[in-house]
T-cell receptor
Framework: KAGVTQTPRYLIKTRGQQVTLSCSPI?????VSWYQQTPGQGLQFLFE???????NKGNFPGRFSGRQFSNSRSEMNVSTLELGDSALYLC????????????FGAGTRLSVL | GENVEQHPSTLSVQEGDSAVIKCTYS??????FPWYKQELGKGPQLIID?????GEKKDQRIAVTLNKTAKHFSLHITETQPEDSAVYFC???????????FGTGTRLLVSP
């Protein structure tokens, strides 16, 4: 069974640009959560999607958004990039909403110059 | 909301020694506590978890204990091996928002 797949693995952008990251959950999993990981702040919850609806949101500005498709694949978008958005963005999937066990992908490393 | 504190931030042990990482949480209603291991260049991998209706859980060399009264839980690794070297994160499920809140991580270094 394939794990959580995140693409691309690495991205370099400049300030002011926007970026879209993709996540394919484990087959059969319907819930996708996104996290930002930085050395200073650790793992911070961004949002969770289930059945194409955002169910939960962390304390991030509106520049961070996401969506989920009918096949459970998810994308997150960051607009007007800032230097502080440089981080590892992790996607985690679980079998359903509120299901405890989450499986993480390898992440997308975003560098903003 | 939930807040999770984790100690120590770094831990160095000799191969064969035991390692203990401790976490405290703030929300007494939290009921799920996973531990993740993150190796360089990889995403966090679930290694063990515990729910609030049990006090201890073991899986080979790894064990987790939970003290609900004191609101703390610990990861115990026995007979450590160099391949145990990684960053370990504890987490608690925020019952209000149903999301995982992570500790700040412990970098474990096991020297041969």
């Amino acid at each position: 069974k394939a794990g959580v797949t995140q693409t691309p693995r690495y991205l370099i952008k400049t300030r002011g640009q926007q970026v879209t990251l993709s996540c394919s959950p484990i087959s059969g999993h319907r819930s996708v959560s996104w996290y930002q990981q930085t050395p200073g702040q650790g793992l911070q919850f961004l949002f969770e999607y289930f059945s194409e609806t955002q169910r939960n949101k962390g304390n991030f500005p509106g520049r961070f958004s996401g969506r989920q498709f009918s096949n459970s694949r998810s994308e997150m978008n960051v607009s007007t990039l800032e230097l502080g958005d440089s981080a590892l963005y992790l996607c985690a999937s679980s079998s359903g909403l509120g299901q405890d066990i989450q499986y993480f992908g390898a992440g997308t490393r975003l560098s903003v110059l | 909301g939930e807040n999770v504190e984790q100690h120590p931030s770094t831990l160095s042990v000799q191969e064969g020694d035991s390692a203990v990482i401790k976490c405290t949480y703030s929300d007494s209603a939290s009921n799920y506590f996973p531990w993740y291991k993150q190796e360089l260049g990889k995403g966090p991998q679930l290694i063990i978890d515990i729910r609030s209706n049990v006090g201890e859980k073991k899986d080979q060399r790894i064990a987790v204990t939970l003290n609900k009264t004191a609101k703390h839980f610990s990861l115990h690794i026995t007979e450590t091996q160099p391949e145990d070297s990684a960053v370990y994160f504890c987490a608690a499920r925020d019952t209000g928002f149903q999301k995982l809140v992570f500790g700040t991580g412990t970098r474990l270094l096991v020297s041969p």
